[in-house]
């Protein structure tokens, strides 16, 4: 195989260094279209860590914003008046209660919902709007924190278009849950501190086609429609960052990192990562927009050289490849070599090297198969080593393996090549006989019963031990439907067979009855 790769490649280099030079050739009357390539593509590896960057500093800011939320409800659970106000029903007391909580919560983590859920899932107190009660709460993150009884939190869109971050814990009294609290921000007021620590503007879209259609037309709160997304939010300068420029028609939620030219011929580079709701589905994408002007004209002035010593990489690179090819071809060969191998050995007795039981199976379907082909009657010997228990007792379990192997070994001999010997399990050795009648398998049977009769095993120690086997036949007419069960009827025949005295051929043939 290495001399054939050796042979084609020398004849094929030449071909080879020809069509490379024909590409080169066609690179540069292609020079423009190249360097614009290139230029997306170094912009796009030089800036790839600005996704990761964007959604570590997501994650980090709602986490911040979500453990604020959490030790706020935790201290409001152990507030033992509100319990006592809500347990009782009191919601006017619980309001005056509650308001001054909203109050601070509002101004330190500018909370927009703080509501009070009954065990049945209703809104009791919606502290920022008194006036609405009773309404039933769908809220994904309440439904997962009464799932888990633990707190949960996630994004949510509103009705409103605004995108929530909801926090629900439930209001234990022991192991009893009271109720549940709520609260919810809109996360809008992010978007400026992310700015600073992110060095570009920031905008929230959501897909269209993950919101339902009446959403779509009636949201309030919703800036701008690009495509197939919704803008929700937004710092100052995303919009004049993106004026002319289009914006990225990509199915969202996407992980990309564009380059788009605004209406004075800036270069804006603009990356999005993926916003998952309370159900971890993405609805919604974060996107990030940095001017890169000075960057992209550096590279520009900078690409004529890559594009040349990229060249010369191609050809260098393409050579090798070819070398390397006749590598991976001879590894390729021996990896299929061992797997041919590892699957003979799978389906291997160990102790016998005759074929196991899975892969008699596999041959009594593969025959079962050629029926419909081919049809032809069918026949399986079924044996069973007498008194193999006497055996082991008497000498051990090592001389019994030694029987074993013994009776593999002229079961190899005295069947014919066409015949798929296997050990079955334990003591029982199967034989499948394709083409073969039930007279033909009893002449077989037979041969193999006195082969094994008149065969001594040597035990070790100068000692020769002789066993003797008891056989089941039994056969089914082309295109039977009994196929399937023919091992059941042979191994019916062998319990005939050792009920009628061992060390003999019984049969079973369907439709004609049994005999011996």
């Known amino acids: 195989m290495g001399d054939t790769w050796k042979i084609s490649f020398h004849r094929t280099r030449k071909h080879i260094i020809e069509l490379f030079i024909g590409v080169l050739v066609v690179l540069l009357g292609t020079v423009y279209g190249g360097l614009f390539w290139l230029l997306e593509r170094h912009v796009d590896e030089d800036n790839y860590q600005l996704i990761h960057r964007l959604g570590n500093m997501w994650t980090i800011a709602l986490d911040n914003e979500s453990l604020a939320m959490k030790t706020g409800l935790h201290v409001i659970t152990q507030s033992e008046s509100l319990q006592t106000?809500?347990?009782?029903?009191?919601?006017?007391?619980?309001?005056?209660?509650?308001i001054p909580i909203?109050?601070?919560?509002?101004?330190?983590?500018?909370?927009?919902?703080?509501?009070?859920?009954?065990?049945?899932?209703?809104?009791?107190l919606r502290v920022d709007d008194p006036s609405r009660h009773g309404d039933p709460i769908t809220h994904p993150t309440l439904h997962k924190a009464v799932d888990t009884k633990d707190v949960a939190w996630g994004l949510e869109l509103d009705t409103s278009g605004d995108l929530v971050l909801r926090v629900v814990m439930p209001w234990l009294?022991?192991?009893?849950?009271l109720g549940y609290l709520e609260l919810g921000?809109?996360?809008?007021?992010?978007?400026?501190?992310?700015?600073?620590?992110?060095?570009?503007?920031?905008?929230?879209?959501?897909?269209?086609?993950?919101?339902?259609?009446?959403?779509?037309?009636?949201y309030p709160n919703v800036l701008a429609y690009h495509g197939k997304s919704l803008l929700i939010a937004a710092t100052d300068h995303y919009h004049d960052e993106l004026e002319n420029g289009g914006m990225s028609h990509e199915p969202c939620p996407s992980r990309h990192v564009k380059i788009l030219k605004n209406r004075d011929g800036a270069s804006i580079m603009m990356a999005g990562v993926p916003v998952a709701d309370a159900n971890g589905l993405g609805f919604s994408e974060l996107r990030q927009t940095i001017d890169v002007s000075d960057m992209v004209n550096r590279n520009n002035r900078m690409l004529f050289l890559v594009f040349l010593v990229g060249v010369i990489l191609a050809v260098t690179g393409s050579l090798v490849f070819v070398f390397l090819l006749?590598?991976?071809?001879?590894?390729?060969?021996?990896?299929?070599?061992?797997?041919?191998?590892?699957?003979?050995?799978?389906?291997?007795?160990?102790?016998?090297?005759?074929y196991n039981r899975r892969a008699f199976t596999e041959a009594l379907g593969r025959e079962a198969e050629a029926q419909a082909f081919d049809p032809r009657e069918v026949s399986i010997l079924m044996t069973d080593v007498d008194h193999f228990k006497k055996v082991n007792d008497t000498y051990g379990h090592p001389v019994g393996d030694a029987v074993l192997r013994?009776?593999?070994?002229?079961?190899?001999?005295?069947?014919?090549?066409?015949?798929?010997?296997a050990r079955y399990g334990g003591e029982e050795f199967v034989v499948l006989m394709p083409k073969t009648g039930i007279a033909s398998a009893v002449v077989v049977a037979e041969r193999i019963r006195q082969t094994i009769a008149a065969t001594p095993i040597d035990i070790g120690?100068?000692?020769?031990?002789?066993?003797?086997?008891?056989i089941g036949a039994a056969t089914v007419p082309p295109r039977s439907p009994e196929l399937s069960t023919l091992v059941d009827l042979a191994d019916k025949a062998l319990y005939a067979a050792k009920q009628k005295g061992r060390n003999r051929v019984e049969v079973f043939a369907p439709g004609e009855g049994e005999g011996g």
């Open 326 to 354: 006749g590598k991976v071809e001879g590894w390729m060969v021996k990896a299929e070599r061992d797997k041919l191998r590892m699957r003979d050995e799978s389906l291997r007795d160990g102790l016998t090297n005759l």
């Open 85 to 98: 106000l809500f347990m009782s029903g009191d919601r006017e007391g619980l309001l005056r209660q509650a």
């Open 102 to 124: 909203y109050n601070g919560l509002v101004k330190n983590c500018d909370i927009g919902q703080f509501n009070f859920i009954d065990r049945n899932l209703a809104v009791f």
């Open 185 to 218: 921000e809109n996360i809008e007021h992010l978007l400026p501190d992310m700015r600073t620590l992110v060095g570009g503007d920031l905008g929230l879209l959501v897909c269209k086609d993950r919101v339902p259609s009446t959403y779509v037309t009636h």
């Open 461 to 470: 120690a100068g000692r020769v031990l002789t066993v003797t086997i008891s």
């Open 173 to 177: 009294r022991g192991q009893e849950i």
């Open 406 to 421: 013994a009776i593999a070994a002229n079961l190899g001999t005295a069947t014919r090549p066409s015949d798929f010997v």
